[in-house]
């Protein structure tokens, strides 16, 4: 059984950092590419950033510059560094991840819980 599993979200004034990270664990033939979405109330999810098993990175032009998606591939964790952080980006954020789960399968996608992220005054 395959889970991802964030944290790091919180409270954080304008112009801050935060760190989130998404830890997979479970059995797997491949984990592909894994990515942050971002939901605030009222709107529609949205791709935040992902990254391939070759580190390709891909950004929302609403973060570009400002934050960062890596993965340890030993600990089949992903991270989104977030500096300058603004009013605008408060929202739920989600781990994502495309897994094949043996050679003969389709890959699928998996999502983790969320995580709140709050920057406000």
């Known amino acids: 059984q395959v889970q991802l599993v964030e944290s790091g979200g919180g409270l954080v004034q304008p112009g801050g950092s935060l760190r989130l990270s998404c830890a997979a664990s479970?059995?797997?033939?491949?984990?592909?590419?894994m990515g942050w979405y971002r939901q605030a109330p009222g709107k529609q999810r949205e791709l935040v950033a992902a990254?391939?098993?070759?580190?390709?990175?891909n950004y929302a032009d609403s973060v570009k510059g400002r934050f960062t998606i890596s993965r340890d591939y030993h600990k089949n964790t992903a991270y989104l560094q977030m500096n300058s952080l603004k009013p605008e980006d408060t929202a739920v954020y989600y781990c994502?991840?495309?897994?094949?789960?043996?050679?003969?399968?389709?890959?699928?996608?998996?999502w983790g819980q969320g995580t709140q992220v709050t920057v406000s005054s």
């Open positions: 994502n991840a495309d897994i094949t789960l043996t050679y003969y399968s389709p890959s699928s996608y998996y």
């Open positions: 479970g059995s797997w033939f491949s984990l592909n590419v």
């Open positions: 990254i391939d098993r070759g580190d390709n990175t």
